[in-house]
Every structure is written in C-alpha cells, then in structure tokens.
C-alpha cells in the first residue's frame, strides 16, 4: 500500500480500487483520463461511482457515449441505477436521462453513430463526457468529438480493453501533458470476488492468448487467429533496404471504393525498389457520395502517379466506377474478392490476396508506411475452413466489430494481389496489345 492510499478517506460510495485514486484525487488537474485493462478491473463501477458523487455535489451535465448504441439496454443505465438503488440516492430515473433531485444536474446516453454518420447532437455544453468500451471508437468519429467537447473546463473520461495497439483513442491519449493514463487489472481491484479469481486463473490455463487480452488487457494482435503478428508488422514499418537505382521499378496502384457512407476510398501507390522488395510509397483517402467526382480522383493519382497498372475493387457498388474508369485507363483491372482463387490454399481471390500480403511482410519484402494500414491489419483474422482452405473474416464482420470498414487493409490486400500474381503477365499484355486481357485471369473472368 502506497502513502497515498493509507491516508485517503473517501466516502462510501467511492469505494473503488486504490489505484483509481489518482482519477478522483486529480480530476481537476486533467482534460482527459484514459482508464483501460482487463476485465474485473473495476473500470466501469469506479468511473460510475464517481460520477454520481460528482452529480450530488455540483451541478453538471454529463453524457454516457459508445459508437454504436442500438438500445439503452447497451449502454452503462443499468450500472448507475444499481448504485442509485443500493445507497438510496435521490434520482429522477428516465428512460434515456438521470436527474438529481438536488443539485439539478443530469446525465443522458447517447451512441455516436447513426445511420452510418456520427450524430453530436446533445454535446455542446457537456461538462464531462465518458465514453466507455472506447476501443470501438472510430478515428472519424473521435475527431468529431474531440472540438465539441469545448466547454471550459470540460473533462472527457475513455475507459477501454484495446483490441490493437494502434487503437485510435489510446494514439491520441499516449503522451499528452492534459491526460491521465492508468492501466488496471482485476489483480489491482481488491473488490474482485473468489469466482472472479478462479474464472481468470482458468483462462489463464486454458488459453494464455485470451487471458492476455481479456484478463490482462494486452491487443490482441498477437493470436494466432490473427493474419500477421505485431512483430511482423513492426518489422515491416521499420524495415531497411538498398534501393537499387538502376533497376527497372515497377509501380502499382490500388483503389479500395466506398460502399456505404461510413465507409472510405482509399487509393495507395507501390514501387519495387529492388528485385524482392516493394515500398507502400503513396496513401489518400477521401468520402464522397459523388461517383464522378470519385472517378475524377482515380484519373487524377493514376496520372500524378503514372504505375504501370491499377487494380480496382469491382464488388458491388465499385463495379460501375471501375467500368468508367477503365474506359479512360486502359491497365485498370477490376478485382471481385469472392472470385475463384489462384493458390491452392486460398477459398477465394480476397484470401489470395491478403495470404500475399501476408507473406510479403513475413519475408521482409514489403516496407509498410500508412500507420492507419497497420493498424487494419492488426485485428483482420483468417479463418481454417472444414475443407482446409484459409478464409479472411467477412468485411461486414469486421466493420461490426471495429465500427469501421477495414478500406486501408483492403486497398493494401489488392495491391499485393496483383504484385503476387498479375504483375508481370499484366504488364507483357499492357506493353504488346495496350490493353488489358482479363480473360487471362480467372478472379476478373
């Protein structure tokens, strides 16, 4: 037990894990606080019990946030009210709002995004905004967030069990002077019962990965469900090379397009530097509903840029652009993910894809630049079918799990799919015939 814990007296409803202490002792000394780690370690009651305290002594106007909150039922209501009800304190309890009785402050619930768009409605005039579950907070929406909350003095709490270690709320909270970070565990919270105990000790046995990130609080990025590893990928963000000068570079262009409005375009340029290694050289991205204007874009990299070919997602609402697009450029080729693949491992061309990229970074032949494409292929997991072909985990999972589409990660998959199987056979039939023989390949049959 540390001074500070010995000579704390705090009330009983702020009966919380002495190492939160700094949270209550330092409220006012902080813009943010960034609570994360495992399960059971009283992250969410701490943070509750707290704010109800804060509630009765000053009047304040509070809002509970997720990204995504389909009904009240997901959201932390059902916390503060047990609390309300076990120490008998004096609420107007409402559907979506708590009322104190006698400060007048109030505290509503609210998920960040509607309808595929972040909704702020609500937040201007917030004295204090917590955002549980924040690994499941977008960039997008965070830096929405972030200017809204501008009241003087306003405080903004993130209580969290990262999924990767680029997470986009612990990013913006590493290293700032105005934020609080502590990490706790269940081992740090003397209120974790026996059951609790003995239920991380057996995970603990059982599966040392999970225990690590449900338990421990680690990213998950290191299970082996996981297409790459963070050493991997760090490997490859650092990798260094001889750039061969003399040799015949060859560059490609890849385009992954939106397909519904929270989604991106994404649009990455690689270039061999020698004869094993290429470089993620260029990254934009851009959301647009206009689709000439989207096309517009594609015309204007792919001439900035000047690859030797572009290859385009061609699903779904990708299919017309790609069509218009290769009207004006002859080496665009259109990919369809769940086409045919061309490996004997893959289950589809999307596999084919990411199982090249995969070995690229493994091998040391690809040098990783976009922080945001590193981040994506953190948690993209590939899945073992009864059959023994390998399987990415579907793009609409993965967008409901993250609260984002994995565009970045795409665009990157793409790219490596045609470096590892259309490269050379592409370019040969662009050089001899201006123009590209799709009938050559099957995924583009």
């Known amino acids: 037990m540390t001074a500070n814990e010995k000579i704390v007296k705090l009330p009983e409803i702020l009966n919380i894990p002495p190492k939160l202490y700094p949270f209550i002792l330092n409220f006012n000394s902080y813009s943010y606080f960034l609570i994360e780690g495992g399960r059971a370690s009283g992250k969410t009651q701490s943070v509750a019990r707290f704010l109800l305290y804060i509630m009765e002594k000053r009047h304040v106007r509070i809002c509970c946030g997720r990204?995504?909150?389909?009904?009240?039922?997901?959201?932390?209501?059902?916390?503060?009210?047990?609390?309300?009800?076990?120490?008998?304190?004096?609420?107007?309890?409402?559907?979506?709002?708590?009322?104190?009785?006698?400060?007048?402050?109030?505290?509503?619930?609210?998920?960040?995004?509607?309808?595929?768009?972040?909704?702020?409605?609500?937040?201007?005039?917030?004295?204090?905004?917590?955002?549980?579950?924040?690994?499941?907070?977008?960039?997008?929406?965070?830096?929405?967030?972030?200017?809204?909350?501008?009241?003087?003095n306003s405080v903004i709490i993130f209580t969290m069990n990262r999924y990767t270690r680029f997470d986009s709320v612990y990013n913006f909270c590493a290293k700032r002077n105005d934020c609080l970070h502590i990490n706790i565990c269940y081992f740090d919270n003397p209120y974790a019962d026996e059951k609790i105990l003995k239920e991380a000790k057996i995970c603990k046995d059982t599966n040392i990965n999970d225990y690590n990130h449900i338990w421990l609080g680690y990213p998950m990025s290191n299970n082996n469900e996981f297409l790459l590893s963070s050493e991997a990928l760090d490997k490859s963000l650092n990798l260094e090379y001889d750039f061969n000068g003399t040799y015949d570079t060859t560059s490609i262009m890849s385009v992954d397009l939106s397909a519904s409005g929270a989604d991106l375009c994404v649009a990455k340029l690689y270039v061999r530097q020698n004869e094993k290694i290429w470089l993620e050289k260029e990254t934009i991205s851009w959301s647009e509903s206009d689709t000439d204007i989207t096309k517009g874009k594609i015309i204007s990299y792919f001439s900035e840029w000047t690859p030797k070919l572009i290859i385009m997602d061609a699903d779904g609402l990708g299919y017309p652009i790609w069509i218009s697009v290769s009207k004006v450029v002859k080496s665009a080729i259109g990919f369809r993910g769940a086409k045919k693949p061309l490996s004997k491992y893959a289950l589809n061309a999307r596999a084919d894809g990411y199982l090249a990229l995969k070995e690229y970074v493994e091998k040391g032949y690809l040098k990783l630049t976009d922080k945001n494409t590193i981040r994506q292929l953190e948690y993209i997991k590939k899945i073992y079918k009864p059959n023994g072909l390998i399987a990415?985990?579907?793009?609409?999972?993965?967008?409901?799990?993250?609260?984002?589409?994995?565009?970045?990660?795409?665009?990157?998959?793409?790219?490596?799919?045609?470096?590892?199987?259309?490269?050379?056979?592409?370019?040969?039939?662009?050089?001899?015939?201006?123009?590209?023989?799709?009938?050559?390949?099957e995924p583009f049959e």
């Open 67 to 152: 990204e995504i909150q389909n009904s009240i039922n997901e959201s932390v209501r059902t916390v503060f009210i047990d609390l309300i009800e076990q120490y008998k304190l004096a609420y107007e309890i409402k559907r979506d709002s708590l009322t104190n009785k006698i400060s007048g402050s109030k505290m509503f619930f609210k998920g960040f995004r509607e309808q595929g768009k972040v909704n702020i409605k609500g937040l201007e005039g917030v004295d204090i905004l917590w955002i549980d579950e924040a690994q499941s907070i977008a960039k997008a929406t965070l830096d929405i967030i972030i200017p809204t909350i501008r009241k003087k």
């Open 392 to 441: 990415i985990q579907d793009k609409k999972e993965l967008r409901k799990e993250h609260n984002e589409s994995p565009d970045y990660a795409d665009c990157a998959m793409m790219a490596l799919y045609a470096i590892n199987y259309c490269t050379n056979s592409i370019i040969n039939s662009y050089e001899d015939t201006g123009s590209i023989i799709e009938s050559e390949f």
